[in-house]
């Protein structure tokens, strides 16, 4: 893990979009994003449902390529050099599809052995995170017979087990029951602290409010607000006090509230 450095210094950032596009056909996704995100933060990135988030996630992911742009990742740019820049990256989506054959240490062996990580001390990794998400008792049954939290525990379980600098996260705690999303929150806190990087997405604004250090709030492929909290709200304006109210302002949401509200009232 790269030592920890204070985002007030001046150490280049550990993710940069710049200019980020995608298209497709004519239809503009992304139209056009630079971030940067340091070492040691939690960034959320949100937004409405079409914005542009989840295409922008898997081009960070690397799973898409951006039609212009760049995305460097610890200084490793993803179109030139991917299996560099990969090696410092974790992914967890919002859908966890795993491989339904293996049992999950079989699943855990395989991710780990795809960055040339093997041995005693994977295998301890892999049985730490087991025990912290209480799947020790199921390391070797067939994934087949796994919950839907369970899968999404054991991915995220493989996300960390190269020992990545930076963890790209969609919708975290889907499937999760109230104690695996505390212990992600605590996880991905102290994650940071040892000197990663999370970038995260989720449409459950309490949990960006409470655990992201800035956050960026995209609308039609482009960003429209990005900073602190104290940020954000200078940015969205007077009595916008907490980020689902700074979301709405933001996004536009507010006003079709304002209408949802004046139609409830014709129907009384």
């Not at 087990?161 to 969609?170: A, E, T």
Request: with cysteine; proline share 4%.
């Amino acid at each position: 893990m790269t030592q920890f450095i204070d985002r007030s210094g001046e150490a280049p950032p550990l993710l940069e979009l710049e200019g980020v596009k995608k298209a497709y056909g004519r239809f503009q996704a992304v139209r056009g994003i630079d971030l940067a995100v340091p070492r040691g933060e939690i960034f959320g990135f949100l937004g409405p449902n079409g914005a542009g988030k989840t295409t922008t996630i898997r081009m960070v992911a690397g799973i898409l390529q951006p039609t212009a742009g760049r995305i460097r990742v610890a200084g490793v740019d993803l179109l030139d050099d991917p299996g560099t820049a990969k090696r410092h990256i974790g992914y967890i989506p919002d859908r966890p599809f795993l491989y339904e054959k293996l049992s999950g240490g079989e699943f855990l062996r395989f991710v780990a052995a795809l960055w040339g990580k093997e041995g005693p001390e994977v295998e301890a990794r892999m049985d730490r995170f087991l025990e912290l998400f209480s799947l020790a008792a199921w390391k070797d049954e067939l994934i087949e017979s796994y919950s839907h939290g369970m899968r999404q525990k054991l991915l995220i379980s493989s996300a960390f087990l190269h020992d990545p600098d930076l963890v790209v996260v969609d919708e975290p705690m889907v499937g999760l029951d109230p104690r695996s999303a505390r212990i992600l929150k605590d996880l991905l806190r102290s994650f940071v602290e040892g000197g990663g990087t999370v970038f995260l997405s989720t449409h459950t604004l309490e949990v960006a409010e409470a655990v992201c250090d800035r956050i960026a709030i995209i609308v039609a492929g482009e960003v429209q607000a990005q900073g602190t909290m104290d940020e954000l709200r200078t940015q969205a304006g007077q009595g916008a006090t907490h980020l689902e109210e700074i979301f709405l302002r933001v996004t536009g949401g507010d006003e079709v509230a304002d209408l949802v509200g004046a139609l409830a009232g014709e129907v009384r």
